[in-house]
Nanobody, 124 residues
């Protein structure tokens, strides 16, 4: 069993940066790929980024590529999402999820573990 808790959200101005953390409990966390998703009010949840269990593979949506960086520290059971050059359209609840393979995060396959989410608000 894996439990995920996100932190690091907040309210910032356009152009600012934030770093989100997804902290996991459970000894098997290091064997899972982890992804970040976001959901804005009235919109569907969308994929943001994902990282393989060993950090050798990463994947980003086109909307964040070049601005966001996903990384992980397995010794700390933590996955990070560094968000730079934030835009008002990045405003959403950001959630992390864990599953076996990085390839599933862009599919409709139900993911195994989810966190509760953290709010990010970017004002212009």
């Amino acid at each position: 069993q894996v439990q995920l808790v996100e932190s690091g959200g907040g309210s910032v101005q356009a152009g600012d940066s934030l770093r989100l953390s997804c902290i996991a409990s459970g000894r098997t966390f290091t064997t899972y790929a982890v992804g970040w998703f976001r959901q804005a009010p009235g919109k569907d949840r969308e994929f943001v980024a994902a990282i393989s269990w060993n950090a050798l593979r990463t994947d980003y949506s086109d909307s964040v590529k070049g601005r966001f960086t996903i990384s992980r520290d397995n010794a700390k059971n933590t996955v990070y999402l560094q968000m730079n050059s934030l835009k008002p359209e990045d405003t959403a609840v950001y959630s992390c999820a864990a599953d076996g393979a990085i390839s599933v995060f862009r599919t409709t396959t139900p993911l195994r573990y989810w966190g509760q989410g953290t709010q990010v608000t970017v004002s212009s």
